[in-house]
DNA sequence: AATAAAATTTAGGCAAATCTAAAAATTAAT
DNA sequence: ATTAATTTTTAGATTTGCCTAAATTTTATT
C-alpha cells in the first residue's frame, strides 16, 4: 500500500513525464511538489525499493508499468471527484482542484466504480481534461491547442491547461 | 489545525462520553482506537496542549468546548458521507463505515455545507444515527430502546447501535 | 493498612516525511 | 581540458505517531 506522500510523487512524475516527454529530473519534481531536491532524491530511493519507479542516481526517474497504474487511478480519481464537486455539488469550477488533491486519495476500487457510474461515464473533468476508463485509458478527444487554431477558423474551446483559481476564475465555465 | 489522527481521538472521546457519561479512561480509548494505552497517554498530553482536552493525569479526559465542536463536526462529516455513499452511490448500509472513516477528514467546510444541502439537509444517517446540523445540534429523534417497547405494541425501528458488516449484514436495510 | 492487581505514565526507540548544510557527480564555460 | 556552475545525493536533525518495557500511581483484596 502506498502513503498519500507516495501517491503524489507518481502522480507528479506521471504528469511531468506527459509534458517534457524525456527524463525526469530531481528538481523539476521539487518544484513540481514545493519540497527540497534532496526530499525527492530520498523518496525516489524508496518508490525505486517498492519498484514503483526506475531509478538511476544522478539519471533520472521514469514509473514502472505498476508505478504508471498507480498514477494514472489517482489521476482518474482526481477527476472524477473534480466533476462531482462541479457537476453535483455546484462548486465553480476553480474552486474544485483544491479538494480534489485530497479526496484523489480515497481507497476504495469501489467507490471509484460507483462514482464513475453515477457521473454517467464522463470523458472529462470541468477543466476540460481527459478521465481514464476503469482500464486506464485515456479518452481520445482530438484536440489541438487553440494557437495553431487558423485564422478566421471556428474552433470550440474544452479545456486549459491551467488549472489555477486566479486563471480559472477569469470566466465563469467552459463553453 | 488537527491531524487526521487527532480528528480520530476526538471522535473517539465525544463518543465515549456519549455511551459511557463518566470519566473516560485511558484503557477505554486505547481500546476503541486499536492502540495502546502508552500511546493515548501521549496523544492525551498534546491534545491538552493544544486546549482540545482537559486532561489530569492518571484521572481521565474530557472534551473542552472547542474539542467537542471539532469532533462534532466529524461525526457529521462521517455521517452525511455515509448517508452519500448509501443513498447516491447505492452502496450497502454495511459499507459505507468504512469509507466515510477516510472521507470524514477532508477538510472544507464549504463542502459540508454543500454536501448537506444536496442531500437534503438530512436528520439520519442510514444506520439511524443523527445527523447534527451546522450549529453542531443534533436532532431529537424521539426514540427508545427495542428493548423497552412494550408486548404487543407497535414500533418503527430507525436505527441500529452495532454498526460493524457482520451485524447490518444480516438485514437487507432498515424499515 | 499492607500488599497484590490493575491502570496509567514515562523512557527509549523506530519509521515516515521533512528540512539544512555539506559532499559528490554532472554539465557548461572559458 | 580545466575550472566553474549546476544538479543531485548524502549526512545529520526534527516532528509525528506509534511501539515495548519499565516505572509509577491508583484501586482492590485480604
Avoid at 8 to 22: R, S, T, V
Avoid at 121 to 142: A, M, Q, S
Avoid at 150 to 157: E, F, G, L, T
Avoid at 160 to 175: A, G, I, Q
Amino acid at each position: 500500500m502506498l502513503t498519500y506522500t507516495e501517491e503524489n510523487y507518481l502522480k507528479a512524475i506521471f504528469q511531468l513525464q506527459e509534458d517534457e516527454k524525456g527524463k525526469i529530473s530531481t528538481n523539476s519534481i521539487a518544484e513540481r511538489l514545493s519540497t527540497t531536491p534532496a526530499t525527492v532524491s530520498d523518496m525516489l530511493q524508496k518508490l525505486a525499493a517498492k519498484k514503483m519507479v526506475n531509478y538511476l542516481k544522478y539519471y533520472g526517474v521514469s514509473l514502472t508499468a505498476g508505478g504508471k497504474k498507480k498514477a494514472i487511478n489517482v489521476v482518474r480519481k482526481h477527476r472524477l471527484w473534480e466533476l462531482f464537486l462541479y457537476e453535483k455539488l455546484e462548486f465553480n469550477w476553480d474552486e474544485v482542484h483544491e479538494i480534489a488533491e485530497q479526496l484523489e486519495h480515497i481507497q476504495s476500487e469501489t467507490l471509484v466504480q460507483k462514482l464513475y457510474d453515477f457521473l454517467g461515464k464522463p470523458k472529462t473533468d470541468p477543466h476540460g481534461d481527459p478521465i481514464p476508463d476503469e482500464e486506464g485509458v485515456f479518452p481520445d478527444l482530438n484536440t489541438i491547442p487553440l494557437a495553431v487554431v487558423a485564422v478566421r477558423k471556428d474552433a470550440i474551446v474544452i479545456g486549459v491547461s491551467d488549472h489555477r483559481p486566479d486563471f480559472c476564475n477569469t470566466y465563469k465555465r467552459l463553453v
